[in-house]
C-alpha cells in the first residue's frame, strides 16, 4: 500500500444491529484500495462471525497506533472496544451507550490526531444512545467537532439526492424549526459538496412544507419563508427552483432536471428516495471537518443474525471513501 492511502475508519456502532453481518458481507467479495480499520468488540466480532458462518483473520491494532502506511485489508484490522455480553445477538438496550461512545471517542480522536478524512459509522439506536438529547448521529458529530448548528444531511445517490432541513423531528414541531438561514446553509454545503466532489454546481429543488405548497391560512411557510428564501438564492444561483409540492416533485419528469431535491423534513424526502433506489445509497454528513458516510438504513433488529440483509449501502458508503 502506497503511502498516501488513508484508513477508513469505521464505528461498528450499535452491537445489537446488522452491521457487522453487512460489514462481513461488504469484504468478503469486495477489493478496497485503503485500509479499513473498525473499531467494535473483538469477542462480539469473533462470536457473530462465526454464527454468521464468516471467516475472516483478524490484525488487533492499538488505538495509539499511527503508522497507517502499513495496514493492508489482508485481514479485519481492528480496535477492541470491551463490550460485555451474554449471547452476540441481543436486544436493542441501553448497556451499549458507553461502548458505542467509547467507540465514537476513539474514532474522532484517530482522526483528529493524525489529520485523517474518511469515516463511516453503523447504525445507532437513538431511542437508547440519544435519549432524545440530540436528534441524530449527524448532530451528534456537529457537537462533538463544535459545528452546531453548520451542518447538514445527504442521502447520496449518484442519480439523485436529497437532502432535508429537519432531521428526526416529531412532525408537530416541523414548522417551528425552518428558518430562511437553515435554507442558505443547506444550499451553501450542498454547492461546497458538488463543487469539491464533482467539479459542478448542482441543480436544487426545493420542496415546500404543506400539500400542494398550500394552506388554508394566511402567512404560511411558503409565504414568510420558503420563497423569500428560494428568491434571495436564485440571485447567486440560477440552478434552484421551487418550492415544489412533494407529492410531484418525484416524477420522472421533474426529477430529470435535479440532482439534488431539499425538502423541508426528514421523511418527504427519504421515503420516496428508498422508494426509489432502495439501499443504493448513502447518508453523507455535510460540513464536518472529515467525510462522515453511514448506510443509509437503522439498526434492524428485526434482521439481526439471520444473514439476510443487504450489504449494498455499506459496499457503496466504502467505494465513495476508497479514491
Given amino acids: 500500500m502506497s503511502k498516501n492511502k488513508h484508513p477508513i475508519i469505521i464505528v461498528a456502532g450499535e452491537p445489537n444491529s446488522i452491521f457487522l453481518e453487512i460489514f462481513f458481507k461488504s469484504i468478503k467479495n469486495h477489493h478496497y484500495k485503503n485500509p479499513l480499520l473498525i473499531i467494535a468488540s473483538k469477542n462480539l466480532l469473533e462470536g457473530q462471525m462465526i454464527k454468521l458462518g464468516f471467516n475472516f483473520k483478524i490484525n488487533s491494532i492499538d ?41 465514537f471517542e476513539v474514532a474522532l480522536k484517530i482522526i483528529n490526531q493524525n489529520n485523517l478524512t474518511n469515516f463511516v459509522n453503523g447504525p445507532i439506536s437513538k431511542k437508547y444512545f440519544l435519549k432524545g438529547k440530540t436528534l441524530g448521529i449527524t448532530e451528534y458529530l ?11 444531511m445527504l442521502i447520496f445517490n449518484k442519480n439523485l439526492s436529497v437532502s432535508p432541513i429537519t432531521t428526526h423531528l416529531p412532525l408537530k ?40 405548497c398550500e394552506s388554508n391560512f394566511q402567512n404560511s411557510e411558503e409565504d414568510r419563508i420558503i420563497i423569500p ?63 462522515r458516510i453511514s448506510p443509509d438504513h437503522g439498526p434492524n433488529y428485526s434482521m439481526l443474525g439471520k444473514n439476510l440483509s443487504d450489504p449494498k449501502s455499506l459496499i457503496q458508503a466504502l467505494k465513495f471513501l476508497d479514491k
Fill in 229 to 291: 428564501a428560494i428568491k434571495k438564492l436564485r440571485l447567486k444561483n440560477t440552478k434552484i427552483n421551487g418550492p415544489f409540492p412533494a407529492d410531484t416533485i418525484f416524477t420522472k419528469s421533474l426529477l430529470k432536471n435535479y440532482d439534488v431535491v431539499i425538502g423541508m423534513y426528514h421523511d418527504q424526502v427519504l421515503s420516496p428516495m428508498k422508494a426509489l433506489f432502495n439501499f443504493d445509497a448513502i447518508n453523507i454528513t455535510l460540513g464536518l471537518p472529515f467525510t
Fill in 173 to 212: 414541531n416541523v414548522h417551528k424549526e425552518i428558518t430562511k438561514q437553515k435554507i442558505y446553509t443547506q444550499v451553501k454545503l450542498i454547492n461546497n459538496f458538488y463543487k469539491k466532489k464533482f467539479n459542478k454546481l448542482p441543480r436544487i429543488a426545493i420542496t415546500g412544507l404543506n400539500p400542494h
Fill in 63 to 103: 488505538k495509539n497506533f499511527n503508522q497507517f502506511n502499513k495496514l493492508n485489508n489482508k485481514k479485519i484490522n481492528l480496535i477492541n472496544i470491551d463490550y460485555k455480553f451474554n449471547n452476540c445477538f441481543e436486544k436493542i438496550s441501553n448497556k451499549s451507550n458507553d461502548y458505542i461512545k467509547k467507540s
Fill in 142 to 152: 456537529a457537537e462533538k467537532t463544535k459545528l452546531k448548528g453548520k451542518v447538514g
